[in-house]
C-alpha cells in the first residue's frame, strides 16, 4: 500500500508537469491510477492486490471543469469536447527474462549496436539488449542471472577468438534470440516526445499572459559558454532548467566531491562532461541527434555511490537523449536509467554499473 501510495503521487507530479493544473484543471487524480492484474490474451485489466499492472485514466471533462471548448461545434450545440484516455503497463517479466529477483529489465536497451570493452562486472540481473548486435571484447565477468539478447542471439553476438574463454559467466545459457517491436515504436515515437515534453511546448519570445506566468513557475534558463561551466550552484532546484550553450557544446565541471544533485536539465547542445564529474539524483534530458550527443572522459560518474545500499531513499539518474553518448574507461553508473535513440558506447570499470 505504501508503494501504491508512492506511486500515485509520483504519477501526480509527472502528469502536472506535462499538463499543470493552472492550464489544463485536473487531469490527472489519485482516484485514476489503479493497481492490479493484466491478462494479455483477453487484453483485460483487473483491479486487486498482488498484481504486476498498473492503469492511468486521464480525464478532460465537464465534470471536473477541464473539457476541451469545442470552437466550431458550438455552432451545432456542443460547446465541449469530453476526453478520457486510458493507458495500462504490465511490469511482468519486464523486457529481460529474469530468473531472481523482483525487479525485471534493468541494464542497457538499444536498437543500435551496444558495444562493451574490457574489465566491466555485470550483477544480478542485468540486462543487456540490442535490436542490431551485442559486442564483447574480454575480462568481463557475467552473473548467472545476467541476460544478453539480441535477434539471432549467440549468432549474433560479436566475440574476439579467445571471447568465450576470457569472459567469467559468459555461456550460451544467458544468450538469447529476441527482437522488441516495442522499442521501435518507443525510439520512433515515445521516446521523442518525452524528450520534447521537457520544453514549454510555445514560442517563449511571443508569449501570452498566461504563458509566461506557466513559464516563471516551471521553467529556469541557464547559459553556459567558453567562460562559465555548469555546476551545480548555478541550477534551480525545483525548476526544469532550460540550458542553451555559446556553439553547439556545453561543459560540465560538477566534481564528484560537489556534483549537480537533485536537478532537472533539458538542453539543445551536446553534453561534455569532464574530468572527474558527477551527476546524481538528476535527470538529464539532451534534444540534440549527434552521435556524440553525451561524452565524457575517464572518471565520469552518474549516480549516487550509495545508491544500491539497503535502505538507501537515493533517486538515482534518468538520462534521455535523441543521439548516441560516449563514455570512456572508468565510467560508473548507479541507479541509472539511459534511453538513447543512437548508439551506446560505454566503457565502464569493473563493479562499476549497479
Known amino acids: 500500500a505504501l508503494k501504491e501510495a508512492e506511486a ?25 491510477i489503479d493497481f492490479g492484474h493484466w491478462d494479455a490474451p483477453s487484453t483485460t485489466f483487473t483491479e486487486g492486490p498482488g498484481g504486476t499492472a498498473v492503469r492511468v485514466v486521464t480525464r478532460r471533462i465537464d465534470q471536473r471543469q477541464n473539457s476541451l471548448p469545442a470552437f466550431l461545434m458550438g455552432v451545432l450545440g456542443v460547446p465541449t469536447l469530453n476526453l478520457t484516455t486510458t493507458s ?8 529481460c527474462d529474469i530468473k531472481e529477483g523482483p525487479i525485471p529489465g534493468e541494464g542497457f536497451f538499444a536498437i543500435g ?70 522499442l521501435h515504436t518507443f525510439t520512433g515515437t515515445i521516446l521523442p516526445n518525452m524528450i520534447d515534453g521537457y520544453w514549454p511546448g510555445y514560442d517563449t519570445n511571443n508569449m501570452t499572459e498566461e504563458q509566461a506566468a506557466h513559464f516563471d513557475e516551471n521553467f529556469f534558463e541557464v547559459h553556459v559558454n567558453g567562460g562559465t561551466k555548469l555546476t551545480n550552484d548555478i541550477l534551480h532546484p525545483t525548476k526544469i532548467n532550460l540550458v542553451t550553450c555559446a556553439g553547439q557544446q556545453m561543459e560540465v565541471a560538477a566534481t564528484t566531491t560537489a556534483p549537480i544533485d537533485g536537478k532537472v ?16 539524483n538528476s535527470t538529464l534530458v539532451v534534444n540534440n541527434t549527434s552521435g556524440n550527443s553525451i561524452t565524457g572522459p575517464q572518471g565520469t560518474r552518474w549516480g549516487d555511490t550509495t545508491y544500491c ?5 537515493r ?13 570512456a ?6 541507479g541509472l536509467e539511459l534511453l538513447a535513440m543512437g548508439t551506446i558506447h560505454i566503457a565502464a570499470k569493473a563493479d562499476g554499473l549497479q
Open 8 to 32: 500515485r503521487s509520483a504519477g501526480i507530479t509527472i502528469a502536472e508537469y506535462n499538463m499543470p493544473t493552472t492550464l489544463f484543471g485536473n487531469v490527472l487524480a489519485t482516484a485514476d
Open 88 to 95: 495500462i503497463w504490465n511490469s511482468d517479466q519486464g523486457i
Open 113 to 182: 549496436q551496444v558495444d562493451m570493452q574490457t574489465h566491466n562486472n555485470f550483477g544480478k540481473n542485468f540486462c543487456i539488449h540490442s535490436e542490431t548486435e551485442v559486442k564483447l571484447s574480454t575480462q568481463n565477468t557475467f552473473d548467472p542471472s545476467v541476460s544478453i539478447s539480441m535477434p539471432g542471439g549467440v549468432d549474433s553476438l560479436q566475440l574476439p577468438t579467445s571471447g568465450w574463454e576470457n569472459n567469467t559467466g559468459l555461456t550460451t545459457d544467458i544468450i538469447h534470440d529476441w527482437n522488441y517491436d516495442y
Open 265 to 280: 536539465i533539458a538542453t539543445e547542445c551536446r553534453v561534455k562532461f569532464l574530468s572527474d564529474t558527477a551527476i546524481q
Open 309 to 313: 545500499d539497503d535502505g538507501s531513499t
Open 315 to 327: 533517486t538515482g539518474v534518468t538520462v534521455m537523449t535523441k543521439g548516441g553518448l560516449n563514455m
Open 329 to 334: 574507461a572508468s565510467f560508473e553508473a548507479y
